[in-house]
C-alpha cells in the first residue's frame, strides 16, 4: 500500500488503538508479576497446564496445545522442555502415532496447577471482569474474536510480514 492510500486513523480511533496499546503492555505485564509473586512461574507455564488441567484427556499432543494456545509450535516445544525439567509435564510416545509424542501433567504439575488457579482466577475477575459492567464484557466477548478473525485470516497471506521481535504481524493490504 502505497503511503498516500494509507487510511490514517481518526482522532477517535487514535484514542481507542492508544487505549489498547496500553492495555496490551500493561496488562501482560501485571498477569506475569501475579503468576510469578503468588506461583513461583511465567504465564506461558500456566497456560500449558491450564490446557492440560481443562481437557477431558488425560494428555495432548503438542500441537494440539499449541493450538489450543494460539502458539507456533517451537516457542511451544521449548517451553515444554524447561516444564519437563522442573518436573511440571512428562512426555510419551503417543500410541496412535509412534512419531510423535503425548504429553502429560505430573503430580507436581497438577499440585501447582491446583495452587496457583485460585489466585490467578481472583486477578482476572478483580483486574478485567469487575472492572466491566454486563454490556461492556458482552462487547468484548462480541469485539476481540472479530479481532483474532482478522488476524489469523492473515497469517497465511504472504503480504503478512513480521516486524520487530515481540511485535505483532503488519498485513499489507493490497
Request: charged share 30%; hydrophobic share 35%.
Amino acid at each position: 500500500m502505497a503511503a498516500d492510500e494509507t487510511r490514517w486513523l481518526d482522532d477517535k480511533e487514535q484514542a481507542l488503538w492508544r487505549t489498547i496499546r496500553e492495555f496490551l503492555w500493561q496488562f501482560p505485564s501485571a498477569m506475569d508479576r501475579q503468576l510469578s509473586v503468588d506461583s513461583s512461574m511465567q504465564t506461558g507455564e500456566y497456560s500449558v497446564l491450564a490446557v492440560l488441567s481443562e481437557g477431558p484427556a488425560t494428555s495432548l499432543r503438542p500441537a494440539d496445545i499449541a493450538d489450543n494456545l494460539r502458539w507456533d509450535r517451537s516457542r511451544l516445544s521449548h517451553l515444554l522442555r524447561r516444564m519437563e525439567a522442573k518436573g511440571m509435564i512428562t512426555r510419551c510416545s503417543d500410541a496412535t502415532d509412534r512419531r510423535g509424542q503425548q504429553i502429560e501433567l505430573t503430580e507436581a504439575g497438577w499440585k501447582t496447577i491446583r495452587e496457583a488457579a485460585p489466585s490467578h482466577v481472583t486477578f482476572i475477575r478483580e483486574k478485567l471482569f469487575d472492572s466491566l459492567d454486563e454490556q461492556e464484557r458482552a462487547a468484548l466477548g462480541t469485539a476481540l474474536p472479530k479481532v483474532l478473525d482478522a488476524l489469523e485470516a492473515c497469517e497465511p497471506d504472504p503480504s503478512c510480514k513480521d516486524s520487530a521481535p515481540g511485535d505483532a504481524q503488519r498485513c499489507d493490504e493490497d
